[in-house]
């Protein structure tokens, strides 16, 4: 493991524990904008200097892609499911998180480098994983492994899971206190914000599983509520209307800053581009700079 080589702010080691904290993007909704959230939000955070680590733990690799993996380029690489059998540790799978600038797969000429971030690329055998652990319980433990044996300094882990609260998703969730973050990430959309509350009943399900246990923490708490894709001056439908209005009324005391719609945003998944820099001056990525200074995550050299 990386050994820690600056002292780390105790913000993000609640209860003095070696890891960092997590920020988990769940949501049992296809396309419901966990991986443009993720990526943003860490990449903001890792251009202000604080580094991270994006764990892509859906088959359909959204984060891998947009931090800048296709399935060529992970030919022969590790990913994130040799973690879950513990083929590799998370020094050799996490890469240097990166954007396509050619046309091309020259790692030097086509790609530029994201300081400050690493990126755990999924593949599509994460399909798998939920029946990986059915079948081994001693994977269940994977993620846990991982935690304690890390010795790094990166300050978050931001997580994005699949859209379901199977095994593997269980296996991680188990791994979070009060501390930690529970972050869905919805459109403004009413049958998105009512799947919320499926995810809050989900998460009591886990709590109550492990409570009195002292292996595992076993307190995921959904303590911010990431909204887009809300209404603006030229953007203003109905339901968008209805979907923020009904966020407000149940969930205000954890909804961070709104992420307003752009169509634009889509483009991050044909460029290979995180969205704050793919277009920097962009409505949405306004707001995630916005939604990171609400956290805390101010330019370390200001």
Do not use: Q
Request: net charge negative.
């Amino acid at each position: 493991m990386k050994t820690t080589s600056v002292t780390v702010d105790p913000r993000f080691r609640p209860k003095r524990r070696n890891w960092p904290l997590i920020w988990a993007y769940i949501i049992e909704c296809g396309g419901s904008t966990k991986s443009t959230s993720a990526t943003s939000m860490a990449v903001t955070a890792a251009l202000r200097g604080y580094p991270g680590v994006v764990f892509d733990l859906d088959s359909n690799m959204s984060s891998t892609t947009v931090l800048g993996y296709d399935e060529t380029a992970l030919k022969g690489m590790k990913t994130a499911v040799d973690l879950l059998y513990g083929r590799a540790t998370l020094d050799e799978v996490a890469v240097p998180a990166r954007y396509r600038i050619g046309d091309g797969d020259d790692p030097e000429e086509d790609f530029a480098p994201i300081p400050n971030l690493r990126v755990v690329p999924s593949s599509p055998s994460m399909a798998g994983a939920d029946l990986a652990i059915a079948e081994d319980a001693d994977r269940n433990d994977w993620f846990a492994e991982i935690l304690r044996s890390y010795e790094g300094d990166d300050t978050v882990f931001y997580l994005d899971f699949p859209a379901s609260y199977g095994k593997m998703p269980y296996s991680v969730l188990r791994m979070l206190d009060e501390d930690d973050s529970v972050i869905p990430s919805v459109k403004a959309d009413p049958k998105d914000v009512k799947l919320v509350k499926r995810l809050t009943d989900e998460l009591e399900r886990v709590r109550d599983k492990n409570r009195g246990r002292r292996s595992v923490p076993g307190r995921p708490t959904l303590n911010h509520l990431l909204l887009t894709g809300t209404p603006t001056p030229t953007y203003n439908e109905a339901a968008a209307r209805r979907a923020t209005a009904a966020a407000e009324a149940m969930y205000s005391s954890v909804l961070l800053p709104y992420i307003r719609y752009s169509a634009d945003a889509k483009k991050l998944y044909e460029d290979e581009v995180p969205l704050p820099i793919l277009l920097p001056n962009s409505v949405p990525s306004v707001d995630y700079r916005k939604v990171m200074t609400h956290l805390g995550f101010v330019d370390v050299e200001a």
